[in-house]
């Protein structure tokens, strides 16, 4: 199993950024992906999940009117659109993956389930200037 996130950067308050997740090794339906953050001296925080079986999402109620998590599964590629940056999302943005329950509430189970995901790509750094 792989994933790796891409599409970080160095970008000015009010920009956006899309990242992306790919991966591969596992059954879409079978997993969740979720994407992540760590900021420096804080502990990892679940931002969006994604359920693939039905493409259901949850958010972190601090990114939900600003950063969309979409998937293509044709792409085996999850992404994370991020707009509206503040200095706040300032972090290491992580995707990660999760054996999906396949109900209503397996996003929101995704979400917060930083200590629980079978699978973990590489980070990529998102800083946003003020």
């Known amino acids: 199993v792989q994933l790796q996130a891409s599409g970080g950067g160095l970008v000015q308050s009010g920009s956006s950024l899309r990242l992306a997740c790919t991966h591969s090794?596992?059954?879409?339906?079978?997993?969740?992906i979720g994407w992540f953050r760590q900021a420096p001296g804080k502990a990892r925080e679940g931002v969006a999940c994604?359920?693939?079986?039905?493409?259901?999402?949850d958010y972190l109620d601090s990114v939900k009117d600003r950063f969309t998590i979409s998937r293509d599964a044709a792409k085996n590629t999850a992404y994370l659109q991020l707009n509206s940056l503040g200095p706040e999302d300032t972090a290491v943005y992580y995707c990660?993956?999760?054996?999906?329950?396949?109900?209503?509430?397996?996003?929101?189970?995704?979400?917060?389930?930083?200590?629980?995901?079978?699978?973990w790509g590489k980070g990529t750094q998102v800083t946003v200037s003020s």
């Open positions: 090794g596992f059954t879409l339906n079978d997993y969740d």
């Open positions: 990660g993956a999760i054996k999906s329950h396949r109900d209503s509430y397996s996003s929101t189970f995704c979400l917060n389930s930083v200590h629980a995901m079978n699978y």
């Open positions: 994604i359920t693939y079986s039905d493409g259901s999402t």
